[in-house]
């Protein structure tokens, strides 16, 4: 499987606290089958710079770690982009990390952005050269509130992305009717763990792949955890 939205790098944002934590959330992810992290840190263009230097230094120290222990577990750059006016010429500029220094960008909103201000970023992006994968989509209430919305994303060449704790949530008898329909109509690209920690968001692909097989099959959650996170690293 492919991860491609965790904060695993620890003392940079609101993700992993210490050494001790990162290293302990890329054991769990091995152990479930992950084979590449994609280590998106947060990001806000414009008011705050990028800590560069220690988020590079953090992502070789645990790369190093992963081949101490003899860990399956590749360990790539990226941030997940909180957009503000200048989000897509900083990051046409290199000033922020694209996915694995490819176009491709990982990007959040606050939960009530119009929707006229997501479509306008998706736009943004494209025409800096990038491709925008929209983190999250079921925490804003314009894509909630209009399914057909993720369609007309994608028809602008936007990925989207869902959380794996949303998919677990949306399964079984009572789930969410809203990720149900967005998740089998086929208009989530990929379903990352957004991992934080170890204990209240910590690595949960295993449990995703189980719950999407299930429920959707073997084809589809192949695509949500391994065919389409691998379409967008390849940008």
């Given at each position: 499987m492919i991860d491609i939205h965790t904060h695993v790098i620890y003392g940079v944002d609101d993700g992993s606290a210490s050494p001790d934590m990162s290293r302990g959330m890329l054991r769990a992810a091995a152990a479930q089958g992950v084979r590449t992290v994609v280590c998106t840190s947060h990001c806000t263009p414009g008011y705050r710079?990028?800590?560069?230097?220690?988020?590079?230094a953090r992502v070789e120290e645990l790369r190093r770690f992963l081949q101490a222990e003899g860990l399956e577990l590749e360990l790539l750059p990226g941030c997940e982009i909180l957009y503000t006016d200048q989000a897509a010429a900083l990051a046409r500029r290199g000033e922020i990390p694209t996915?694995?220094?490819?176009?491709?960008?990982?990007?959040?909103?606050l939960p009530e952005t119009p929707w006229d201000t997501i479509r306008k970023a998706a736009r943004e992006f494209g025409n800096a050269g990038l491709r925008m994968t929209a983190a999250h989509v079921e925490r804003y209430a314009c894509l909630r509130e209009d399914l057909s919305r993720l369609a007309e994303l994608r028809e602008e060449g936007v990925f989207c992305q869902m959380n794996a704790a949303t998919a677990l949530r949306g399964a079984g008898l009572f789930g969410d009717r809203w990720t149900k329909k967005a998740l089998k109509s086929g208009l989530i690209d990929a379903v990352a763990s957004d991992a934080h920690n170890l204990t209240s968001r910590?690595?949960?692909?295993?449990?995703?792949?189980?719950?999407?097989?299930?429920?959707?099959?073997?084809?589809?959650?192949r695509r949500l955890l391994e065919e389409g996170p691998g379409e967008i690293l390849r940008l």
């Open positions: 710079s990028f800590p560069w230097e220690a988020y590079l996915l694995n220094g490819g176009r491709g960008v990982l990007v959040e909103f910590a690595p949960n692909l295993e449990a995703a792949r189980q719950s999407l097989e299930k429920t959707m099959g073997e084809a589809a959650a």
